[in-house]
């Protein structure tokens, strides 16, 4: 009887997780990102895509307890579960893949830091800087990169206004970029 109901329970999260890591995926991949806004749409842009999505929603349920906090941890076990098996996709060693994933966590961690800090400050500028470094390390202007902070700031505010059962409940919703 309690493994049947612990399935179902399991189950249930499961399905939750999936829904809104779907969600996040679909939010990373968005057309303007790679058409307008000119993030490279490679493995790596992917990726910061990806992660920037994944901050945000990080960022949105830090700090609260239960379920949500454990919804966040299942998220961010999927998240790097998601690159571990893209990384053997693009033909990356059973040997090389815990090299690689260990610098794409620190890559992870570190924009979070940044992403994290600007946020806070609501400083538009150090967030607009840490996205042209972390996005596109190879541009000396990247003026795209304004935009794509105000889209932050759009997205930490519209995730900020949703209920944390809603989110729970695997309801979650990012806003359209709106390519200028």
């Known amino acids: 009887m309690f493994q ?3 399935g179902r329970e399991r189950q249930a999260n ?3 997780t999936d829904a809104l890591y779907t969600r996040i995926v679909a939010a990373a991949r968005q057309e303007p990102f790679y058409s307008a ?3 490279p749409d490679t493995p790596l842009g992917r990726f910061e895509m990806l992660s920037l999505h994944m901050f945000l929603f990080q960022h949105r349920l830090r700090g609260e307890t239960g379920a949500s ?3 966040a941890q299942q998220l961010i076990d999927e998240f790097f579960l998601d690159v571990d098996h893209s990384l053997r996709e693009l033909g990356i060693s059973d040997v090389g893949v815990p090299k690689r994933m260990k610098k794409l966590a620190k890559m992870f961690y570190g924009r979070t830091e940044s992403y994290k800090d600007a946020l806070e400050r609501v400083d538009h500028a150090a967030l607009a800087a840490a996205l042209m470094r972390n996005v596109r390390p190879d541009a000396k202007e990247w003026p795209q990169a304004s935009e794509l902070a105000d889209y932050v700031f759009a997205a930490n505010r519209a995730l900020a206004e949703l209920p944390s059962q809603d989110i729970c409940a695997g309801k ?3 806003p359209v970029p709106q390519a200028a």
């Open 4 to 6: 049947r109901l612990f």
């Open 14 to 16: 499961r399905a939750i």
């Open 37 to 39: 806004w000119d993030v």
């Open 69 to 71: 906090a454990d919804i």
């Open 172 to 174: 979650l919703t990012y």
